[in-house]
C-alpha cells in the first residue's frame, strides 16, 4: 500500500530536549515536505526537500533542521524544542513536477511543556 | 508576499444543497491550484487541482472547482452535498517560479446537516 508513515504519533516532551520525529514513504517520491499546522494558521511549511541531500526551507524553519539521506526518510529535528512549537506536524511527498498532488501522513501531535 | 485566504471558517449547508468553499490567493505569476480535505485525526487527502487549461476542474467524491484568474479565486463547489462530506477543506497554492514551496489557508470546517 503507498503511504506515508510518521513516527511517533504522539509526543509529549520537555523543554530543550532534542527529539525527531521520523518521516518514511514507499512511492520513490523525489519531493518530500514537512508542514505544521496550527488553529485558524492552516499548513506552514517548514522545510522541503527535492531529492537526496537537497533541501531548503519553507516559511516557517526556525528552530527546525532536516536531513534526506536516503530517499525514502526525511526526518525532522527540534534540537531544543520550545512551547512556541506545540503543534500537528505533516510530513507530505510528492513526484517532483510542482503539479503532483502530495501525499500526507497521519500527523504527529507534539507538545511541549 | 505570497497567501491564501479562506474567508469562512465554517459553512453550514444542508444535506442535498449545492456548496461552496471559498478560496482567494496572492501569488505572483500563474500558480499551480489545490484543493485537500481532512477528516477528523487523519492526514490531507487530495481532491482536485488547477494546472492549466478549463477553469473547471473536476475532481475527487463529486467535487468541481472553478479558476478564475482576474478574480484570483479558487471556489470550490459540489452540487448536492452529503452529511459524509464534512471536513476541513484546505485551498493550496504553489507559485509559478518556485514548484517547491506550497502556501495553505487557513482552512474551512465543512458542516453538512441532515
Known amino acids: 500500500e503507498a503511504q506515508v508513515t510518521q513516527n511517533p504519533r504522539y509526543l509529549i516532551t520537555v523543554t530543550g530536549k532534542k527529539l525527531t520525529v521520523t518521516c518514511s514513504q514507499n512511492?520513490?517520491?523525489?519531493?518530500m515536505s514537512w508542514y505544521r499546522q496550527d488553529p485558524g494558521l492552516g499548513l506552514r511549511q517548514i522545510y522541503y526537500?527535492?531529492?537526496?541531500?537537497?533541501?531548503d526551507k519553507g516559511d516557517v524553519p526556525e528552530g527546525y533542521k532536516v536531513s534526506r539521506k536516503e530517499k525514502r526518510n526525511f526526518p525532522l529535528i527540534l534540537e531544543s524544542p520550545s512551547p512556541n512549537q506545540t503543534s500537528l506536524y505533516f510530513c507530505?511527498?510528492?513526484?517532483?513536477?510542482?503539479?503532483?498532488?502530495?501525499?500526507f501522513g497521519p500527523g504527529t501531535r507534539l507538545t511541549v511543556l | 508576499a505570497q497567501s491564501v485566504a479562506q474567508p469562512e471558517d465554517q459553512v453550514n449547508v444542508a444535506e442535498g444543497n449545492p456548496l461552496t468553499v471559498k478560496c482567494t490567493y496572492s501569488v505572483s505569476g500563474n500558480p499551480y491550484l489545490f484543493w485537500y480535505v481532512q477528516y477528523p485525526n487523519r492526514g490531507l487527502q487530495f481532491l482536485l487541482k488547477y494546472i492549466t487549461g478549463d477553469n473547471l476542474v473536476k475532481g475527487s467524491y463529486g467535487f468541481e472547482a472553478e479558476f478564475n484568474k482576474s478574480q484570483t479565486s479558487f471556489h470550490l463547489k459540489k452540487p448536492s452535498a452529503l452529511v459524509s462530506d464534512s471536513a476541513l477543506y484546505f485551498c493550496?497554492?504553489?507559485?509559478?517560479?518556485?514548484?517547491?514551496?506550497?502556501?495553505f489557508g487557513s482552512g474551512t470546517k465543512l458542516n453538512v446537516k441532515p
Open positions: 507530505a511527498s510528492s513526484l517532483l513536477d510542482g503539479g503532483s498532488e502530495q501525499f
Open positions: 512511492m520513490n517520491h523525489e519531493y
Open positions: 526537500s527535492m531529492n537526496v541531500e537537497v533541501t
Open positions: 493550496a497554492v504553489t507559485p509559478w517560479d518556485n514548484f517547491n514551496k506550497f502556501y
